[in-house]
């Protein structure tokens, strides 16, 4: 806990975030860093407790009868646990990679899953998903892997196309920080035990994140007051934009079961972003 304090009081003292630097790949296709990147949402991986958290409020917004579309669903690990969890409803998973599609499709062939879609397709145009045509659309950080703030206008603006007019929404990513410390020591924290290219990419990430004003640009010129922008209090490392709950989760007693089997440093990361999430404006789910 000092290091999280030292942390938060330089972020206090610095007002201006550190500039973005694009990821190096846009699209994460190198076998060595997909199988990394899937490995750290494992189960008790790096990921684990974040997806828990995440997971949690996906579920407040999906009904039996569904049609969700989650925009870059990587390798799955996130995408697969919520179409478990909600087995009446159809899920679309995007991706630009068809390395992650091809660990979906294991992690859904792993699960039995029958109610999810793999498709390869492109954020910022969405294409063969018609207008109007979804319940929901969540993404799990996906969003830094954009180039710049006009491609993330441009996937805000066909996101709005997709929804229903009733349609929800549930996205997470980092938020950019203010001071290149700050990076350091959440790295660190990600880094226990897991693989180098994991470790690598949760730095190129860091520096891709777009700001917290950033997001909240594209969520009032496109989503109508159909979401809130929240963020993690005092500093900005998690940007959640969440409509309003639907219904309290039928899953709870099942995600409180996997929160208790998560081993202590995951059940850490839970209660750390359940409560800066919570600072923020955002009331836990779980």
Known sequence: MPGLFKTLLRELARKQPIARTPEPCLVMDAEAAV???????????????????????????????????????????????L????????????????SMLQRAQWQCAEKRLQN????????????????????????SMAFHHLPDFHALDVTFMQIARVLKPDGAIYFN?????????????????AADGERQE?????????????????FQRVTRRHLNGRARVYATAISPLQVIIKSPALHASANRIELKGRFRALSRVRRADVRQLSLFLRLGGLNSAL
Do not use: W
């Open 35 to 81: 199988d990394a990147y899937a490995q750290g949402g494992r189960e008790g991986g790096a990921l684990a407790g974040a997806y828990l958290y995440h997971l949690a409020h996906m579920c407040e917004l999906v009904t039996p009868g569904d049609t969700v579309l989650d925009i870059g669903c990587g390798p799955g690990s996130l995408l697969g646990q």
């Open 173 to 189: 990513d980092f938020g950019r920080l203010r001071h290149p410390d700050s990076i350091r020591y959440f790295m660190s924290r």
């Open 116 to 139: 999810v879609e793999l498709r390869y397709g492109d954020m910022t145009v969405l294409n063969g998903i018609k207008d109007g045509s979804m319940d929901a659309v969540v993404s």
């Open 83 to 98: 179409a478990e969890l909600n087995p009446r409803v159809e899920f679309i998973g995007m991706d630009l990679s068809a």
């Open 198 to 214: 994991l470790v690598d990419d949760y730095f190129h990430s860091l520096h891709a994140a777009f700001s917290h004003e950033d």
